[in-house]
C-alpha cells in the first residue's frame, strides 16, 4: 500500500513537471503565456488533533497562465506543499506526525474593473501522505524508534480566491481550498485550508 502511493506520489509529480518545463521556455517565445513560480504559506485548522501535523503549512509551485478574453485567463500550477511535525507525549513517550506531497490545479481568472484585482476559482488535486513517528525512551538510555508512513491518496476538491498584481514582477493571492488528506492510520480528515501565496512572474 505504502509502495503504491510513493509511486502515485512520483507519476503525479512528474505529470506537474512535464508540462510546466514545456511551459516555462516557450512562454518567452511565445506570447501571451505568462509564468512563475509561487511560494505558499497556509493553515489547515485541526491538522494536529486529525495527526497531520501543524496547522501551518508551506508550500512552492510553479504556474502557468494563459489569456482567453481581455479579461479572463485560465492558469495552471504544480507544486509541493509540506505539513511541519507535531510532537506530543511525555519524557518517555513522544508521538511526531507530518504530512508532506504534491498538487495540482486548474483555474479560470476574471480581472476586476479596479486595476490589478482579479477572482478566481477552480479544481486542485491533492497527491498527499502522512508519516507518524513514535520514540520510546527506555530505563538504560537507550529509544526505540518506529516510522509508520499511511496509505496516501488523492483527492479533486474546489478552489476560490481573490488576487492583486503589483507590478510585471509580483502578485499575491488570498485563497480558500478545500482540502481532504489522511492522517498515517488512514483516518481522513476534511476541511477548509486557507493560504496566501506569493507570485513572481518571469
Known amino acids: 500500500m505504502t509502495r503504491h502511493a510513493s509511486r502515485s506520489g512520483l507519476r ?19 506570447e501571451p503565456w505568462s509564468t512563475g513560480f509561487r511560494l505558499v504559506a497556509g493553515s489547515y485548522s485541526g491538522a494536529v488533533d486529525a495527526g497531520l501535523g501543524q496547522e501551518k503549512n508551506y508550500g512552492l509551485a ?38 508532506d506531497g504534491y498538487y495540482g490545479g486548474a483555474f479560470y481568472r476574471h480581472k476586476l474593473w479596479f486595476e490589478g484585482f482579479h477572482l478566481q476559482a477552480g479544481l486542485r488535486v491533492w497527491a498527499m501522505k502522512a508519516t507518524q513517528t513514535s520514540t520510546v525512551t527506555n530505563e538504560d538510555g537507550t529509544s526505540t524508534r518506529v516510522e509508520v508512513k499511511g496509505p496516501g ?4 476538491k474546489p ?21 481532504e488528506f489522511k492522517n498515517a492510520a488512514g483516518a481522513t480528515k476534511s476541511g477548509t485550508l486557507l493560504e496566501a501565496a506569493l507570485s513572481i512572474h518571469f
Open 153 to 156: 491518496g488523492t483527492s479533486m
Open 62 to 99: 510553479m504556474w502557468g497562465a494563459y489569456p482567453l478574453t481581455k479579461s479572463g485567463s485560465v492558469e495552471f500550477e504544480g507544486g509541493y506543499r509540506y505539513f511541519p511535525g507535531a510532537t506530543s507525549g511525555s519524557k518517555t513517550y513522544t508521538l511526531r506526525n507530518k504530512t
Open 12 to 30: 503525479l509529480a512528474l505529470l506537474l513537471a512535464v508540462p510546466m518545463a514545456v511551459i516555462g521556455p516557450t512562454a518567452h517565445a511565445q
Open 159 to 179: 478552489v476560490v480566491g481573490a488576487g492583486f498584481r503589483f507590478n510585471n514582477h509580483y502578485s499575491m493571492s488570498l485563497n480558500a481550498a478545500q482540502a
